[in-house]
């Protein structure tokens, strides 16, 4: 059974870097034809993409955010990672990572979601 987990500090203040551990159990994360992505959902909107790395290793991001995020993995930890820099209070969400099978925008495996709050 493949499971998702997040990790990373519930409060970042503005100007500072969001980041945020995905840790996959279950599954290799370069297991073929497999993406994992990172997604949110700030308070009363619906769900953001934010961008994935699949298998291959190549990221691919949304445009509106492309400017200041980052996604990279370690396999060695079989995890994978979300920098998000410059924050400001609009960045406050819950954030999840998921990934799923020769698709990138639905997810078969999610994690729980961990809320992240950008406040001085």
């Known amino acids: 059974q493949v499971r998702l987990q997040e990790s990373g500090p519930g409060l970042v203040k503005p100007s500072q870097t969001l980041s945020l551990t995905c840790t996959v159990s279950?599954?290799?994360?370069?297991?073929?034809?497999?993406?994992w992505a990172w997604i949110r959902q700030a308070p009363g909107k619906g769900l953001e993409w934010i961008g994935y790395?699949?298998?291959?290793?190549?990221?691919n991001s949304s445009p509106s955010l492309k400017n200041r995020t980052s996604i990279s993995w370690d396999t060695s930890e079989n995890e994978f990672t979300l920098q998000l820099t410059s924050v400001t209070p609009e960045d406050t969400a819950v954030y999840y990572c998921?990934?799923?099978?020769?698709?990138?925008?639905?997810?078969?495996?999610w994690g729980q979601g961990t809320q992240v709050t950008v406040s001085s």
């Open positions: 790395i699949p298998w291959s290793g190549i990221t």
């Open positions: 998921a990934g799923g099978k020769n698709s990138i925008a639905t997810f078969t495996y």
């Open positions: 279950g599954a290799a994360i370069t297991i073929v034809d497999y993406y």
